[in-house]
T-cell receptor, first 114, second 108 residues
């Protein structure tokens, strides 16, 4: 059974129209991450939550925001999607920040911007 | 900054062995992970190295040399289902920095 669940798997939005991607986890992990992965490129960390503490990567565009209302759920909000934001968005979790902690990934949401 | 390099593509025959190399230059190091990612699916954890040497897990083995900034993933007795992208990722503190992935194609 999937432990990190992302919905929807495919999302189409229009240029400039806000969109929200969701992630839920059944692992009760403290840390949740959002990555952006463009075709044939490395996943790029956008931000992460350690419990309720939010950490933004320095180069994450202001257009991207995140919410974590409880342990199980985390949302990625793109306020005004541009064509360059079309990508696969991966959610991941880890138990905590200890070095060996494995990150478990969801299947991703592929975002298209028309 | 983080710089993680791995070959873009590799092709091998069913039953053969393939070695995927990864070199890294990072500002910090707390371990190196290998993930497997089938097309359209989530990356799944394969191996973790933090000390120099070889870690063996069934058909998959991973090697690390911290002094050389080098790791490899060895896939033995290749099966068709091993066709996937293999991602090398370096952990610095709690963050992972990924390479772009190596697409392995297994031919019959």
């Amino acid at each position: 059974d999937a432990m990190v669940i992302q919905n929807p798997r495919y999302q189409v939005t229009q240029f400039g129209k806000p969109v929200t991607l969701s992630c839920s986890q059944t692992l009760n992990h403290n840390v949740m991450y959002w990555y952006q992965q463009k075709s044939s490129q490395a996943p790029k960390l956008l931000f992460h939550y350690y419990d309720k503490d939010f950490n933004n990567e320095a180069d994450t565009p202001d257009n991207f925001q995140s919410r974590r209302p409880n342990t199980s759920f985390c949302f990625l909000d793109i306020r005004s999607p541009g064509l360059g934001d079309a990508a696969m968005y991966l959610c991941a979790t880890s138990r905590d920040k200890v070095a060996k902690n494995i990150q478990y990934f969801g299947a991703g949401t592929r975002l298209s911007v028309l | 900054g983080q710089n993680i390099d791995q070959p873009t593509e590799m092709t091998a025959t069913e039953g053969a062995i393939v070695q995927i190399n990864c070199t890294y230059q990072t500002s910090g190091f707390n371990g190196l992970f290998w993930y497997q990612q089938h097309a359209g699916e989530a990356p799944t954890f394969l191996s973790y190295n933090v000390l120099d040497g070889l870690e063996e897990k069934g058909r998959f083995s991973s090697f690390l040399s911290r002094s050389k900034g080098y790791s490899y993933l060895l896939l033995k007795e290749l099966q068709m289902k091993d066709s996937a992208s293999y991602l090398c990722a370096v952990r610095n503190d709690y963050k992972l920095s990924f390479g772009a992935g190596t697409t392995v194609t297994v031919r019959a």
